[in-house]
């Protein structure tokens, strides 16, 4: 089984998806852009949003490589970037500051799409993140699959989360979502240094 699935990897990736992407913390954003939405609507709405945003961070993790070698962006400097980006959004979970939905800017756009799907799920963070894990591989068939299955896992999650927001917004209570949330920012945080201070020490052992 060792041979086809990596437990580490699996669980490195989908707990930094899960703490950037944030399924709970989702819930009063979903269930404030799809307020006037039926039982219904809002079902697809979130089926549409787990589409984009998986189709976004899968594109990414395919594709990520080219791009890379098409600017001549090193690996190092990913993670550094990728580690400064996933500190400010952090500091966003930690303060308070993502809480709020960011306005469509066109009440004709879908919001599954934009903002929900993207950037809200699919955002810079996961999309950096998800590029540092494919690029830190080693290309072997058991890391391809624990990164598609902690993909994968990650969207069932945020599918669940807005499937049953409303049962989850009333156990977790408005207090409850932002302590998670707050939990979410510090190891997103820890996270976020960790990636820094590799990116650091590639840089001194290629100078």
């Known amino acids: 089984m060792s041979e086809v699935f990596d437990g580490r990897l699996f669980s490195e990736v989908f707990i930094t998806l899960f703490v950037i992407m944030d399924p709970p913390g989702i819930v009063p954003i979903f269930l404030g852009l799809t307020a006037a939405m039926t039982g219904k ?41 990728g580690g400064l980006l996933l500190l400010l959004i952090a500091m966003e979970l930690l303060t308070g500051k993502s809480e709020e939905p960011a306005p469509s800017g066109n009440k004709g756009v879908n919001v599954a799409m934009v903002p929900l799907g ?11 993140a998800i590029m ?13 699959v624990s990164i598609a299955l902690a993909a994968v896992a990650v969207h069932v999650s945020l599918w ?33 240094v960790q990636l820094v201070a590799d990116a650091v020490r590639a840089f001194i052992e290629t100078s």
Do not use: E
């Open 160 to 192: 669940l989360a807005m499937r049953f927001s409303g049962v989850i917004r009333r156990v977790l209570r408005d207090s409850g979502t932002i302590l998670f949330t707050r939990i979410a920012g510090l190891l997103l945080a820890a996270i976020a």
């Open 41 to 81: 609507q809002r079902n697809r709405a979130a089926r549409q949003a787990i589409l984009v945003s998986f189709g976004v961070i899968v594109s990414f993790a395919i594709f990520g490589q080219q791009l890379l070698s098409y600017m001549h962006i090193s690996m190092a400097a990913l993670q550094a970037s």
């Open 118 to 128: 993207t950037p809200l799920l699919a955002g810079p963070g996961a999309i950096v």
């Open 132 to 144: 540092v894990f494919v690029q830190s591989s080693d290309k072997s068939t058991s890391d391809w």
